[in-house]
């Protein structure tokens, strides 16, 4: 089990990852002292993993269980668990625990931020989404109709627990899914990575557990390192939104059928088209992108019947834009970010590529 320190500007909390790791979590509870514990999960989560979450929990804790899916990612699915919580009596003396994907994550750390107004949470991602990147960073919300992750808060896990374990029985689906972001962190941050997510392709698609522990391993570290430096995204973590403008619109036209990560992929070749445009990335860097994430199964051609209108209208009720404009953040050159304004003329013309 590697272990590594997340560092922001109020606290630090510990993040454990590799196969097994659940056994921490007696230790983080002993250590947090909770006098209650609430376990948040969606139902299929719970189905295939709630038994053996039961053997480290207290057998007083609160089972509260999701419907699975992005589109129960909203305020009517919280005001259900706070009235969950307030059935149970559920206060601030209280921990939940966040078991599941990054849905459930957001979700779970959304009403840990805000029921008797803030308690502590341990995210237990059981995705690969959700351990590259959902569970650290404190970004905790819920979509709103007009657009998604609209009403949150900045709420940091106490802790954080990656049990290579509960990873085993995800989809296929969704292990490729979660490798957006991986692609993600590598073409902004640090193109090593690109080359290594490369190599080990094989390894990685096989669920090699010792590869999925690195790779997890990198990318939360790529990620600590900009949390640590600008945690509410006042600067440099705004590079994180590469792919997500164009990414989050589609998410929302296509009513949430697509996996967030599979969204990002679309959203990711889409803003590099529109790098490619104005001569910031070259087409070879694009390509080698583009050739990535089909390496991984990710779409990289939007289904034909999105309409363009409805994804710069989604783009313009995105929480990133500023004045009036559209922001995304384009690539100059792999490694090389740069948040700038697009017109609705450039979001057209890359998504009728
Ligand atoms: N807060 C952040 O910084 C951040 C970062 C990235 C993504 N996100 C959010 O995360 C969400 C996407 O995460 P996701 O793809 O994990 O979504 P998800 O939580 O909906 O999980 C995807 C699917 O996998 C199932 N599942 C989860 N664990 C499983 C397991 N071990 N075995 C079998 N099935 C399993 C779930 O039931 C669900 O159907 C989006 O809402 C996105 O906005 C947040
Ligand atoms: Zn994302």
Known sequence: VRQRLINTSQSAYPLHIGAGSRDHLDGELQRLAPFAVAVLADQT???LHGQTLRRHIPA?????????GEV???LSTAASLYDALAQAEF????????????????????????????????QLPTTLEAAVDACIGGKTGVNHASGKNLIGAFHQPAAVIVDLDFLATLPGRDLCAGLAECVKHGSTCDPALLSWLELHADAILARDV????ELIDCNCEIKAELIARDEREQGVRVVLNHGHTIGHALEQVLGYELRHGECVALGMVAENAVAERRGWLSRPEAARIRALLERFHLPTRAPGAVDPDLVTAACRADK???????QAVLLRGLGSPQRTEVTDD????ALTL
């Open 45 to 47: 989560v719970l189905g």
């Open 60 to 68: 007083t804790a609160v089972l509260l269980s999701i419907p699975p």
């Open 72 to 74: 129960n990612k909203n």
């Open 91 to 122: 206060g601030r003396d209280g921990i939940i625990l966040a078991f599941g994907g990054g849905m459930t994550g957001d979700l779970a750390g959304f009403v840990a931020a805000t029921w008797h107004r803030g308690l502590p949470y341990i």
């Open 210 to 213: 010792g590869v999925l522990e």
């Open 320 to 326: 990133k834009k500023r004045g009036g404009m559209v």
């Open 346 to 349: 450039e979001i057209r013309g």
